[in-house]
Every structure is written in C-alpha cells, then in structure tokens.
C-alpha cells in the first residue's frame, strides 16, 4: 500500500500544568454609602464610562442641611463672643497697666478670652465635620472606569450596608492562579503562563510576578498572580479562564496528530521499518505528551529520525507491506 510518512524530529515542548484562573482588577471598587437616607437621584447608568469625581447618586440630603446651618449659626456666635472677648482683654490689660484694675480682674478676662478662642475653634472644627458628612450625600466615581450593575432605585432608603454599584477601571488586571501545594515548590517568579478560553483559543501570554507565601487553607493551593495584557474586550473583571502553567521546556520527539491512532485507551503509530528488500508498517505504541501546534510530543516510544505514517492509518495491520510516498 502507497503511505504517505513523516519523519520525527526533535522540537521543545512545554510541560506545563493546566489550572482555572480568574481575572481581577487591581482597581475594582465596590460603592456603598456612608450615610443612611432616601435615595432622590441616579445619574449614571450601568455600563457608562464614567471621570473620577463624576456624581452617580444623590442620597436626600435636607436633615444634614439643616445640621450644617445650625452649625454654621453656632460658629458665628461663638466668633462673635470671641471677638467681644478679644476687644475685652485689650481694654483690660489698658486698665490694669494703668493701675485702675487688679490684676485678678485682667486675669479673669484673659481666661474669658482663652475660653471663647477655644468655644470658638471648636465650632469652627464642627462646622467642617458637618460639611464634610453633607458631602458623603453626594455619591462620586472614585476613578475613571466603568459602571456595573446598580440594583438600588431611586425612593429606595439605603444605608452603610447597601451596595449601590461597582466601578471598575478596566486595566491593570492579574490572572489569580491557585497551584496545588505538591507544585509548590516548582512554582517560581517569572514561570509563563498562557491564558486561554475554554475552546484552547490563546487569549494572552504573561509571566507570574507575586508568589505568595502562604497556604490557602480552604482550597489548598499556592496563590500566584500574573499581570493580563489583554484587551478589556478580551478579559473583564472577575472573568474565570484557564491558565496553562510551563513549568520547563525541553526537546522532545514530536509526531503529526494524523499519525496517532487510539484502541482500548492506548495510542500508537505505524513506524516504516526495513524488513528484507521490502517496507512494512510496524504497530508501535507511544506515550504521548502534550500538543504542539498540528503535532504530539512523545515521551516514549520513538526516537528521531522514524518515519511514521500518516496516510491510510484506519486500513493497515501490523507488518503489512508499504511503499513509502515522501517526506
């Protein structure tokens, strides 16, 4: 039978691990208010780009108006004491130096004054706190990225334990990669790793730049993280993949996957060997490794320079005559 063969040669395969791997922001922020109220306004939308800074949400803001004013009202009564104090004190150290007062009488003004400085500060400090707490009303981006879901509506009371959305800024992603403690101690800083979707398709490829040093004790695994350079359009926060870890890459004989065939969960090949003055197919079994490209890498079971068959696999036997074609 006319075969066509091919010759096994030595290429480098990777031996590598394959793991589930989930995709995570280093800049994802999850929104809750810092204050409890009725919620008057949304203007964002989910999915919408948003500017840091940008306003998302308003939460009913009246009481903490009025606590301002009042406040406000307080620090100018206060200023005002303080500065009728102020013009005090002068017009006693005026007297005293004089000789018209005592000196316990300028020292009681002066603890007057003292007094009202600091009622004074004091009003002035609650006053800030107050207009900083008037601002927690008003929901902000925190940075430039995307909004998420918001499942609050306007009229809904929220408070510090109510998620109003998520905004994520849609670079600077890591690959979370949890490796079983019996690699442990294979696993290394700049080991690559290919990130791919579930069809094998080849989304990105990076290296492991953080190794931690601690055991997860609930999965049992070694958390490493790779930097993602995909595209946001390719990887999104919170995305599961699978990270194909290489341990090491060494030669290997490899073989076209044409050339492979599987009975009863074993695999073998047909090998052109010399037999007198004639070719025969000769069956012999194979230990295949990983895929390279179009081919299989074989740990055991040929060795380069071969010649297997790739044509016509599924009509020979062992020992039959061939006449090989080519290359």
Do not use: C
Not at 29 to 43: D, E, H, N
């Amino acid at each position: 039978m006319p075969v066509q063969t091919a010759t096994v040669t030595l290429q480098p395969v990777a031996q590598s691990s394959e793991y589930v791997a989930t995709v995570k922001s280093r800049r994802s922020a999850t929104l809750q208010p810092q204050v409890s109220g009725v919620l008057t306004q949304i203007l964002a939308h989910s999915g919408d780009h948003v500017k840091p800074g940008q306003v998302l949400m308003s939460i009913d803001p009246q009481m903490q108006k009025a606590t301002v004013e009042s406040a406000r009202a307080t620090e100018r009564q206060k200023k005002a004491l303080f500065d009728y104090n102020a013009v005090e004190i002068e017009r006693q150290r005026k007297l005293f130096e004089a000789g018209v007062t005592s000196r316990d009488a300028y020292d009681q003004a002066k603890q007057t004054h003292d007094n009202a400085a600091a009622d004074y500060q004091s009003a002035v400090e609650l006053r800030k706190t107050q207009e900083a707490q008037l601002a927690y009303y008003t929901i902000r981006a925190p940075f430039d990225g995307v909004v998420g879901d918001i499942p609050v509506h306007v009229g809904d009371y929220v408070s510090a334990a109510t998620m109003l959305t998520t905004v994520d800024e849609g670079k600077d992603l890591e690959a979370y990669i949890y490796i079983p403690t019996e690699r442990a101690g294979q696993a290394r800083l700049g080991l690559e790793v290919d990130l791919t979707d579930d069809s094998g398709k080849l989304l990105d490829k990076t290296k492991i730049n953080f190794l931690s040093p601690q055991v997860d004790s609930t999965l049992q695994g070694i958390l490493v993280k790779a930097p993602v350079n995909a595209s946001p359009e390719l990887l999104r926060n919170a995305q599961i993949i699978k990270a194909r870890v290489i341990w090491s890459t060494s030669q290997m004989a490899v073989v076209p996957v044409l050339a492979v065939i599987r009975q009863g969960g074993q695999s073998f090949v047909y090998v052109v060997r010399k037999q007198g003055p004639m070719m025969m197919a000769a069956q012999t079994s194979v230990t295949l490794g990983d895929t390279v490209a179009n081919n299989y890498s074989v740990s055991s079971g040929l060795i380069p320079g071969d010649k297997v068959i790739v044509s016509s696999t599924q009509f020979l036997v062992n020992g039959m005559p061939v006449v090989p074609l080519g290359q």
